[in-house]
DNA sequence: TAGATTGTTAATCGATTAACAATC
DNA sequence: TAGATTGTTAATCGATTAACAATC
């Protein structure tokens, strides 16, 4: 259909590069190479420069390229020249370690809500947040137009809660509960499961 | 080298398909195909079967696979027909959570220790854990024969205390640190980042 | 037996690597 | 200019899919 699709596996080496580019820039760098960031991240210096040329001509041959020109190109690619609101679905200790969390700073992001079904919790206080009763959620979140939300209940509500997140017009589930989750095509799913991560390397051992 | 080596790409999907199987075992069913788990985890019944075929026969011509059968099977290939004591290093929000975190339960993993270099928060009881100082850590790892850490202090002191977890013995890391680690060809890391993973969305908003 | 589903082969599709002309 | 490094092409490598004989 659109022959300048640009293929998954490319799109999710981007943030990875943007985030060694990023602590260059932190050490005072200006400029590095295919083969320098390449030897950061763990990945060929050729699939570097091949997935970067995807999407236009950031180098320069001899000089290589120019880190904040770079990283600037990057940020418009993945749309994080913007800062995304972003909600926390499950107040348990991982939705609290989410709203804690500093790494979302400078990176697009920031979390602007956490709810919850449990009575218990709603009404409590999270870092700088009331967590809000997940009856409300829906409202909300089209009153505030939010598009990305991360889901930290259990698994055996998370597709409940999912569908209820699509319906409300979320289109990126960051999704910290362990089950598969069912979404139309057009919302996009990533997988956060510890012991998955730790199984994939049990393996190996 | 090894002309039976299986693709990391493989061994990552058999966790996936290990969850979709436990739950349902849990909702009591005792056979699938490849069909139907394919439909749960949203991946081809052909490479489910092909995945599958890659370790035995583990299914039926005309019924399928016994649930219970292989997810025996795919334990102990993925070598979680035993419990896993894993480390956190870094007492952090996101530390803290996985000290906490029931997900480790019955998938293989148990967490036995916390250790923090930040002296305000050793000696602090986190969960039914006290806080273990960082210099001891080298220690508490050999006597113990620990293999597997989870990683959650910030990005400046990652590599350093991914060093100091390869010099103990730690023969797997899971990462939280927004950095890529450069660590000896027979030691697995796997990534978690929620701004990357988030980053992999926006590109498609 | 008839129907269903596996395990496997061959074909297709996609991703990575190597190499180098272009050029800064 | 000489050296370095990009962007891109072609070759290689690897993964996925389609199809079906085997067989429960």
């Known amino acids: ?9 490319i799109v999710g080496r981007l943030p990875i590069y ?3 580019l990023q602590r260059m820039a932190d050490r005072g760098l200006k400029t590095t190479s295919s083969q320098e960031l390449g030897e ?4 060929s210096a ?5 997935d970067i040329s995807q999407f236009g001509e950031f180098g320069k041959q001899g000089t290589g390229y120019s880190i904040q020109f770079l990283m600037d190109n990057l940020r418009e690619i993945l749309k994080i ?44 206080k999270i870092g700088e947040f009331v967590v809000e009763d997940i009856v409300n959620m829906l ?14 209940v259990p698994a055996v509500a998370a597709q409940e809660v999912a569908d209820k ?3 409300a017009g979320i289109k990126a ?30 393996y190996y051992l």
């Open 139 to 152: 409202e909300k979140i089209k009153s505030l137009n939010i598009k990305l939300a991360m889901l930290t």
């Open 1 to 9: 259909m659109n022959p300048n699709k640009i293929p998954d596996i």
């Open 173 to 202: 589930i960051l999704n910290y509960a362990p089950v598969s989750l069912n979404v139309p095509m057009n919302v996009k799913v990533q997988y956060i499961d510890p012991s998955v991560h730790l199984q994939r390397m049990t």
């Open 46 to 50: 050729a699939q570097i420069r091949k």
């Open 40 to 43: 950061h991240v763990g990945i």
């Open 165 to 167: 997140l699509v319906v």
């Open 18 to 20: 943007l985030r060694a």
């Open 81 to 124: 020249d913007q800062i995304w609101d972003v909600i926390v679905v499950g107040a348990g200790d991982m939705g609290s370690a989410l709203v804690h969390y500093q790494g979302f700073q400078n990176r697009g992001f920031r979390v602007v809500m956490i709810f919850d079904s449990d009575k218990s919790k709603v009404g409590k």
